[in-house]
């Protein structure tokens, strides 16, 4: 069946909201949120290390996930920024951050891609909107933290996935299967998060029969094909065992595995904690900011109307074995649920970012049941023939009438959060919880500006160190975790200070400032630090 064009206007539409993502995503990348995040830092130079010596940092070759600071991250954002420092020949935040950047993209064209799919043109436009200025589409894409990949691939895969169901073609199927493969690289709570999801989306569709068994093995063999690694490295860990080395790749053992915090109390206060923190804030700065929240205040009624109707329409449809295409969201959406109420260290919006395009879908369809309620009421009220009220309840013009006003709402949110975002957020929440700034501009100086080999305290995590001095991973010879010296600098500061030492600490730090202003130090600033030699 051939697609009807589009309008003109539409397309002007979306060509403007998808330039105004762009901006979204784009705009001062490099420096927004200010510093490096720990775990940011950490990926960054194990992609450092992968594109310039094929091992990571403790000099595992190719390993199919990344120890990191012990407990472990996931491997995919590492390589995709790996690929970029080797063809670039550069290791700055601008690179470090464009992976996350487009893959939200892709993610932003893809749910408009779904919801178009699902719910219609109409709702396609205004998602177009709302994917660009919802907070957390926004924020998760700016920095590179390895589980934010999930959601933007995730939404491409279910993309695949709606259109492999259409076509039954052998090839769609497969390709999905690829990609959700790639999916299970991003994040480790997304084992059981996106296997529950695509467990019960498949047998729904052969339970209505909108697949077959060969097109769900189709889908299935690439993404076992791809995750066995990935297992390996779970019964590996679980088990205690030593790392494993399969031709060029390295399934690693983690000294800090964290397998065993997944747990089963506290379900209903892990719930109430999970829907808490997706929909408002989790405490977090770089997760969603307490005026904002996550999809603004605007959304939380259309979010709970929309989840809990969504609900209720898929068991009566279940009960009477009626099909629909947006049962697969309520799958995805408890599915996250489920891993939030699990996760025994508590849930947070990185933890559960795999859930938000299915809360998106919520307020969409919370939106459009309160519409449609609305008007139901308006009309069911008796009114005056040839008044002023019966012209107003013309469907057609509260339709209007209604959007326009929920439009309106929504970008005078979108304004407050783009100014304050890109512009008073930087000093506002300076300095970040586990933000730093690299130093390449100091550590140079202290080697060629004092040229003394003095002992060098340094106010930070040694991977900043590492980082900002490109460190050879075969010089550095990490054999811990966190190690407290490397060289002549040490990563922490000493409750005496030695006159003859050099200082590196953060431009914040006030207390320890003063004491050493109180002594014979010059003194080198350099973004958030202070040089005292």
Known sequence: MKEEKLPFKVKAIYLATALLACLMHFYRLGSIPYGLHIDEAGMAYDAFCLA????????????????????GQSALYAYLTAALIRISGDVNPWIIRLPGALIGMLGYFSGVAVIRKCMGEKWGLLSSFLLTSFPYFIMQSRFGLDCNLLLG????????????????????FILAGIVWGFCYYTYALGYLGNTLF?????????YHKRITWKNAFSFGIPILLMVWPLVLMLVINSLGMDELVIGPFTIPHLPQYRGEELSFSNVWGQFCAAWEAILTQDGLSYNA????????????????????????????????????????????LYAWLLVGIITGSGPNINRLNGIFLALLICVLYGMRYSF?????????????????????????????????IILVVYLCCFASFFHYYFFVYPQDVYPQDFFADTCKDIIDFIEVGTGEPKVVYMDASYIYYLLSAEVNPYEAGLTETNPETYWK?????PEEIDENAIYIIRETNTDYKSRLQEMSFDVYRSGMYECYY
């Not at 990571?56 to 990344?66: A, E, G, I, K, S």
């Not at 009477?320 to 309520?330: E, N």
């Not at 309620?373 to 509260?398: C, H, I, Q, T």
């Open 372 to 404: 449609r309620a609305f008007k139901d009421w308006m009309e069911r009220r008796p009114v005056k023939k040839d008044s002023l009220k019966e012209a107003l309840l013309s469907v057609k013009y509260l339709d209007r009438k209604i959007v326009a």
């Open 289 to 332: 900011l307490d005026s904002f929240y996550t999809m603004y205040r605007i959304s939380i009624p259309f979010a709970i109307i929309g989840a809990i109707r969504m609900t209720i329409d898929i068991i009566k449809d279940m009960i009477h074995r009626r099909y629909a295409r947006y049962h697969i969201f309520c799958f995805l």
């Open 198 to 206: 695509l467990g019960a989306v498949l047998l729904y569709w052969l």
């Open 153 to 172: 691939i995730s939404t491409f895969g279910i993309w695949m996935l709606l259109k492999a169901e259409e076509k039954k073609k052998m090839i769609f």
């Open 489 to 493: 600098y040490v990563f922490h500061l």
């Open 52 to 71: 310039n010596y094929s091992v990571d940092r403790y000099l595992n070759h190719f390993p199919v996930y990344l120890i990191n600071y012990g407990g």
